[in-house]
């Protein structure tokens, strides 16, 4: 598994890169405006070039943007779903045009609404969003299914996978924190093999692309979506060693989104002990016998 980092755009769109490379990412994820805003920044082509020409030669691959925490597009209200679409597809043109993979988004709440009622208006979003952008995946990250969240099951995932045709643009990203909150018991192989068998049986592994690596300060199936830094939640540094060198996953790219052991986001030290626990799980190789 590779290892990144939700690093800030403060400043310039580019200076993301070179926080990246400061705390030895692998790969990459960022926001694309403010997170909290349903603003669009229009950044111009030198701002887009220089980023892409930095992560070039940095080699951070792959590069995903988190859409804003704003977006619902579960949601009934016209206005508010409307919003929500248009940011999607706002994150999925800047990861176009900066050769991103994927803009990752959470779907939303369907509040009292029932899930039949609340699924058309997912899939409509989607549509729309793909119709109007060119590459750029659209990730649906799993959530811990508080207050009516969508994606809190992997049912449901399924379901709007398939309203979408199973589109090829289409797939899913995995919250190490999300699953453990939503009861799936990652301090174990044998835990950790029960949600894997279950997600490929109701989504398939093939449908997923990413994941995000954050411990948990809820407990199990708390539904508390809560970060902690590698080692200091409930998951454990053991559950974490299981985790990233599974054989199914190792072929993700995975990012933090921790507090940070400084308390300022994302860190080194985080990244650090997630290839320590990667190092580790490697085969070693055996030296080859001398000849007599």
């Known amino acids: 598994m590779k290892f990144g980092a939700h690093v800030s755009i403060r400043g310039a769109l580019h200076l993301a890169v070179d926080r990246a490379v400061a705390i030895d990412c692998e790969c990459l994820q960022i926001f694309v ?43 009934a209200d016209p206005q508010l779903h409307a919003r929500s679409t248009a940011a999607l597809i706002y994150a999925l043109r800047v990861m176009d045009r900066l050769g991103g993979k994927a803009a990752i988004t959470h779907l939303g709440s369907r509040g009292t609404h029932p899930w039949p009622d609340a699924l058309p208006r997912v899939a409509a979003a989607l549509g729309v969003a793909l119709e109007a952008t060119d590459r750029a ?48 018991d990652l301090r174990t192989a044998d835990g950790l093999a029960t949600m894997l068998r279950d ?53 993700l790219p995975g990012f933090i989104e921790t507090p940070g052991f400084d308390h300022h986001g994302p860190d080194g030290r985080n990244l650090r002990l997630l290839k320590q626990l990667r190092a580790a799980g ?10 007599h």
């Not at 082509?45 to 080699?59: N, W, Y």
């Open 33 to 75: 405006g403010s997170p909290r805003q349903w603003r669009e920044v229009h950044y111009s082509e030198h701002d887009f070039d220089l980023f892409v020409a930095k992560r070039r030669d940095a080699g951070l691959d792959p590069l995903v943007a988190h859409t804003a925490y704003l977006i619902n597009l579960a949601s």
């Open 282 to 291: 490697r085969p070693r190789r055996q030296r080859p016998r001398s000849g």
């Open 137 to 184: 995946m659209i990730l649906l990250e799993h959530s811990v299914g508080a207050g009516g969240q969508v994606g809190g099951t992997f049912e449901e995932l399924r379901d709007v996978l398939h309203a979408v045709h199973d589109h090829p643009r289409v797939g899913v990203c995995l919250d190490s924190c999300h699953l453990f909150a939503a009861g799936w």
């Open 199 to 251: 997600f490929n049986r109701t989504v398939g592994l093939e449908r997923l692309h990413a994941f995000h690596l954050n411990d948990s300060q809820g407990a199990l199936g708390s539904r508390l979506d809560r970060h902690a830094n590698i080692g200091q939640g409930r998951i454990g540094r053991a559950g974490f060693a299981t985790l990233v060198n599974h054989p199914r996953l190792r072929r």
